[in-house]
């Protein structure tokens, strides 16, 4: 009988210090997650800041342009202290989810220790009279009950406690997801505004595709703007003519166009100030290709009579 008692001590003593790590791992998680919440408010609020520029701010084009980068990485900045935050407060919850369940171990062991020492006790009474098998085959069957309905409880109170922290990392992992869309909305608004809209495009013999936008052009991952670029429609003859272009023949751009060059062969030629592409013209796209060559000219030129005007230093250069 001895030995239940001091298993039944010990036992409760173990559930009880499990419980008081229970007790701190919740509290620990609550501030992590606390943390992380106030963060993901704080990152609503930047968005919405941004979106109120959006309606009411400025409408010159490079200030746009600027603002919505700005935006973009402020956001994925926040995004990413935000993402700390939360892989922090994940670790609390596993943790406390974890001493939860050690805690849930500790109890039942206990309980059924002091059951025993319970039948124990009951087992070696001898006053008024010693128990029947019956008494104590039925006090053994009431406290098997109890316990299965405490640990009933006890796995109520923990999946109550598992959902309520689930819903919290939820709601912060809803704000991270919402961020990182934001941050990605601004910086397509921003190449948006930055490029234009679509105006034309034009794909070579060589598949080499040279897109048109309302102040950009772009080709093979590249952009540049539409300010001081020329495009035009040339033989290999007049290519090698150029003093630019056979500057940039000599650098290899052009290279491969000449070593299978056969005659008569035309290009669309887009030059700009730091740039240079060519793309070989199909006969039966001669047509198309001189709209297109057209199109960028007459882009080009608004775009470098606009650039002019806002920065009038440019023609001292």
Not at 86 to 97: E, I, K, P, V
Not at 163 to 170: C, N, P, S, V
Not at 232 to 242: A, D, L, P, V
Request: include cysteine; charge should be positive.
């Amino acid at each position: 009988m001895l030995d239940e008692l001091t298993t039944r001590d010990e036992a409760q003593a173990a559930a009880e210090a499990q419980d008081a790590v229970l007790q701190r791992s919740e509290l620990d998680f609550r501030g992590a997650a606390s943390e992380a919440e106030s963060f993901a408010e704080r990152i609503g609020a930047t968005v919405a800041g941004f979106e109120g520029t959006e309606r009411y701010g400025s409408q010159q084009r490079d200030v746009i342009v600027s603002t919505r980068q700005a935006a973009a990485a402020l956001i994925l900045e926040q995004a990413g202290e935000l993402q700390q935050l939360l892989d922090a407060a994940t670790g609390q919850y596993r943790r406390f989810m974890t001493d939860w369940r050690l805690a849930l171990a500790a109890r039942k062991k206990s309980r059924r220790a002091a059951g025993n020492a319970e039948l124990a006790l009951l087992a070696n009474q001898t006053y008024p009279a010693p128990p029947s098998r019956q008494d104590i085959a039925g006090r053994r069957r009431l406290l098997r009950s109890n316990e299965r309905e405490a640990i009933r409880r006890d796995l109520d109170e923990f999946r109550k406690a598992r959902e309520r922290a689930r819903y919290r990392l939820g709601t912060v992992r809803t704000a991270l997801r919402s961020a990182k869309r934001s941050a990605a909305m601004f910086t397509r608004k921003a190449d948006q505004a930055e490029r234009g809209s679509y105006v034309s495009s034009f794909i070579g013999n060589d598949a080499v595709r040279i897109t048109l936008y309302q102040h950009q052009i772009a080709c093979k991952g590249e952009r540049h703007p539409l300010v001081m670029v020329n495009a035009s429609i040339m033989n290999g003859t007049e290519m090698q003519s150029r003093v630019t272009l056979t500057r940039l023949l000599l650098l290899g751009i052009f290279a491969f166009a000449f070593k299978k060059r056969k005659g008569g062969e035309k290009y669309v030629v887009i030059e700009g100030p730091d740039f240079a592409w060519m793309t070989e013209v199909h006969p039966k796209s001669l047509k198309p290709a001189i709209r297109f060559v057209n199109a960028v000219n007459n882009q080009a030129r608004r775009e470098t009579c606009a650039y002019v005007a806002e920065h009038p230093e440019s023609l001292d250069s």
